[in-house]
């Protein structure tokens, strides 16, 4: 079936880092994948998302490129902030309509000042 | 206003009680689902209701009931509460069926912890 990995956490990093949390997808057709946030105390929120091969998804300073060649979404920030620190979530919608999100593992961040 | 809203946000019981979560969405979405999270963070799908016509039910005990009133509510009944049901619960909405997450989102409420002592 579909799946998500993304690298294990938790990442700890100074604020002003590069930020890399890699994400790669099993699937049988076209996924959308996204990328969820949550902060502490909270629900999920979207981050970004990429519906089709090499679509770039953006929000926040965060990006994320399709890469159906490597089966990839990796998460990237040029510089990172404490209110960034969170969990992240990568996704992808299954493609066969079946209105379900497959998310993977999830990823703790922390940004120290 | 909150978008998707839960309750309880805490709930602590004990083994082989029987609680319910409710959930509401102001958003006018079609579909509404259950999501579980795990203690490391897993977040798996439970259940997928479409305008009160369950869509989804991913393999989960029949001792987890969901009920749909009406298409902006989906309340989580569970029976017999085990200690294996700790966990936080989401509740969440989108708003196309068929294509309800091709290219739109999900709205997360802000979760339920439930603890089973």
């Known amino acids: 079936g579909d799946s998500v990995t993304q690298m294990e956490g938790p990442v700890t990093l100074s604020e002003e880092a590069f930020l890399t949390i890699n994400c790669t997808y099993t699937a049988t057709g076209y996924p959308s994948l996204f990328w969820y946030v949550q902060y502490p105390g909270e629900g999920l929120q979207l981050l970004l998302k990429a519906t089709k091969a090499d679509d770039k998804g953006s929000n926040k300073g965060f990006e994320a490129t399709y890469r159906k060649e490597t089966t990839s979404f990796h998460l990237e920030k040029g510089s990172v902030q404490v209110s960034d620190s969170a969990v992240y979530f990568c996704a992808l919608s299954d493609p066969g309509g079946s209105e379900k999100l497959v998310f993977g593992k999830g990823t703790k961040l922390t940004v120290n000042p | 206003d909150t978008a998707v809203s839960q309750t309880p946000k805490y709930l602590v019981t004990q083994m082989g009680n029987d609680k319910s979560i409710k959930c509401e969405q102001n958003?006018?979405?079609?579909?509404m689902y259950w999501y579980k999270q795990d203690s490391k963070k897993f977040l798996k799908i439970m259940f997928s209701?479409?305008?009160?016509?369950?869509?989804i039910n991913e393999t989960v005990p029949n001792r987890f009931s969901p009920k749909s009133p009406d298409k902006a509510h989906l309340n989580l009944h569970i029976n017999s509460l085990e200690l294996g049901d700790s966990a936080v619960y989401f509740c969440?909405?989108?708003?196309?069926?068929?294509?309800?997450?091709?290219?739109?989102?999900?709205?997360f409420g802000q979760g339920t912890r439930l603890t089973v002592v």
């Open positions: 958003l006018g979405h079609d579909t």
């Open positions: 209701y479409n305008n009160k016509e369950l869509i």
């Open positions: 969440a909405s989108s708003s196309d069926r068929g294509r309800a997450l091709m290219n739109t989102e999900a709205f």
